[in-house]
């Protein structure tokens, strides 16, 4: 059995003083993949040392912003860092890392951060460009085949059970038509979305909530945490995994850890 987690941080270092750690050596993934880590690569280093854990990982040039990381058990080989080559600023949303697995195959693992965007403004565009290259990488990985694995925080919530207060989030970045279409596409050239198929029809169970007022309590919060695979790896998915916190005061992000256990 293989455990693979996902995680938004929200920042490394405020996730550990919350309690991150404890829940990592609780639950021990085989694999972690991270988001928003906003940390340079020797201070994630540090959090998840060699040899126990083998990382790769892409920093963002912005200071406290973004980044992503894959940490491993399993032996890495190639590392692929960043869709957006040739850009003057590395915004630190995406990386690729193979893995050995013990039988020998390998499996190609993505962490990714995508844009939160705002509706109406550049940071919109931003957002769609981004888009657009994780769509051409995509197609470009399922052309390759094989045991892949696409997780992070998408901040796209698919459908109307994803998220507790659709109705009025209509007009909202995180729920628009035009973002919604993307993951259509994903699923449509045959990517599989394990949390939800694993997880019921919904609603939920979710993965986002603002750390303001009373959306954690009364549980209104958002799925736009995945773990998006390709159907040879979707085969061997058995179990799916949203690590809640029991109360407010025991979270260490505003995002939940999405943990998806592969039978392989």
């Not at 987690?5 to 050596?25: D, F, K, P, Q, S």
């Not at 080989?77 to 040739?86: P, S």
């Not at 207060?165 to 995180?174: C, F, V």
């Not at 609603?203 to 303001?212: C, I, L």
Request: with cysteine; proline share 5%.
């Amino acid at each position: 059995m293989l455990t693979i987690a996902t995680a938004n941080v929200n920042g490394i270092r405020a996730a550990y003083r919350r309690g991150m750690g404890e829940w990592l050596e609780s639950r021990r993934p085989d694999v972690l993949l991270l988001q928003e880590v906003r940390a340079p690569e020797e201070l994630v280093d540090g959090f998840l040392p060699s040899p126990r854990w083998r990382v790769a990982q892409q920093v963002c040039d912005i200071k406290g912003r973004a980044g992503v990381a894959v940490a491993s058990r399993l032996p890495v080989g190639a590392v692929r860092v960043g869709l957006d080559q040739g850009v003057p600023v590395n915004t630190g949303r995406w990386v690729e890392a193979e893995l050995e697995l013990p039988d020998g195959d390998v499996l190609t693992v993505v962490s990714t951060y995508i844009h939160s965007g705002t509706a109406g403004t550049p940071k919109m565009d931003e957002k769609y460009v981004f888009l657009d290259l994780v769509t051409d990488r995509l197609a470009e990985l399922r052309a390759a085949g094989g045991k892949v694995l696409v997780a992070g925080d998408v901040n796209i919530a698919h459908r109307e059970v994803d998220i507790k207060n659709w109705k009025g989030n209509l007009r909202s970045a995180g729920f628009l038509p035009e973002e919604r279409a993307y993951l259509d596409r994903w699923f449509d050239a045959g990517w599989v979305d394990v949390g939800r198929r694993l997880g019921g029809e919904g609603p939920g169970p979710y993965t986002w909530w603002s750390w303001r007022g009373q959306a954690f309590a009364n549980d209104s919060g958002w799925r736009i945490d995945y773990q998006i695979v390709s159907p040879e790896l979707a085969a061997h998915a058995v179990k799916a995994e949203v690590d809640r916190a029991a109360t407010y005061e025991e979270r260490w992000s505003d995002h939940a850890p999405l943990v998806v256990t592969y039978d392989l």
